[in-house]
């Protein structure tokens, strides 16, 4: 699975957007970008996942470049809720005993304050 | 809704006795699950993936004579830290992943919420 690089920290004003910048300059055709986030002492939460194009739900979007090298995740009015180590993770969608299985980086420490 | 849910959240055991921490996946049948650790201010690092029926593959470093993980059904899936030391403390978290994949986040695993052992 390609290699994912972001920044260690970043902080943002509540009702503002955070944007989470993920570099993936290695990832390969096959490979989706997923995003999951872990509040202090919880199991990581899944946030939303794409291959090429930009993908919206709920709690976020996530914009891809068109080259794939690198993508934004963004939240678009974060809450104090949203404090929280952000993971981008870039992993093909093979089957067989892997599936599911996620290489976690060291993620981004998002601050949201008042 | 699909959920993975761990049992205990939170032991304290003695130094040289041993733990066993279960997950279980509700409203859907997982045919892998994977166990992590997360030492504190580190990230998650995979310690083995488990297929119902079939032997846990151990990632490499991880001794699996002293982690013990059995996943004799397509919902539950238990961990067992055998003779624990005060270094084997850390957080415990184990996902689960169905070949389906039919709802959202199983194509990336869904996760419990962990559990935090502490060994004295």
């Known amino acids: 699975d390609a290699k994912t690089t972001q920044p260690p920290s970043m902080d943002c004003a509540e009702g503002r957007a955070a944007n989470l910048p993920c570099n993936h300059s290695?990832?390969?055709?096959?490979?989706?970008v997923y995003w999951f986030r872990q509040i202090h002492s919880q199991g990581p939460q899944y946030i939303i996942h794409?291959?090429?194009n930009n993908e919206t739900n709920e709690m976020a979007s996530l914009i891809i470049t068109e080259d794939r090298k690198s993508s934004t995740l963004i939240l678009p009015h974060a809450t104090l809720r949203d404090t929280a180590v952000y993971y981008c993770?870039?992993?093909?969608?093979?089957?067989?005993?892997?599936?599911?299985?996620?290489?976690f980086g060291q993620g981004t420490i998002l601050t949201v304050h008042p | 809704g699909a959920v993975v849910s761990q049992h205990p959240s939170r032991v304290i055991c003695k130094s040289g006795t041993s733990v066993k921490i279960e997950c279980r996946s509700l409203d859907f049948q997982a045919t892998t699950m994977f166990w992590y650790r997360q030492f504190p201010k580190q990230s998650l690092m995979l310690m083995a993936t488990s297929n119902e029926g079939s032997k846990a593959t151990y990632e490499q470093g991880v001794e699996k004579d002293k982690f013990l993980i059995n996943h004799a059904s397509l919902t539950l899936s238990t961990l067992t830290v055998t003779s624990a030391h005060p270094e084997d403390s850390s957080f415990y978290i184990c996902s689960a992943s169905s070949m389906t994949g039919s709802f959202k986040g199983t194509s990336g695993g869904l996760f419990g919420p962990g559990t935090r052992l502490t060994v004295l």
């Open positions: 993770i870039v992993r093909g969608l093979n089957g067989g005993t892997s599936y599911g299985k996620l290489t």
């Open positions: 290695t990832i390969s055709g096959n490979e989706y």
């Open positions: 794409g291959l090429k």
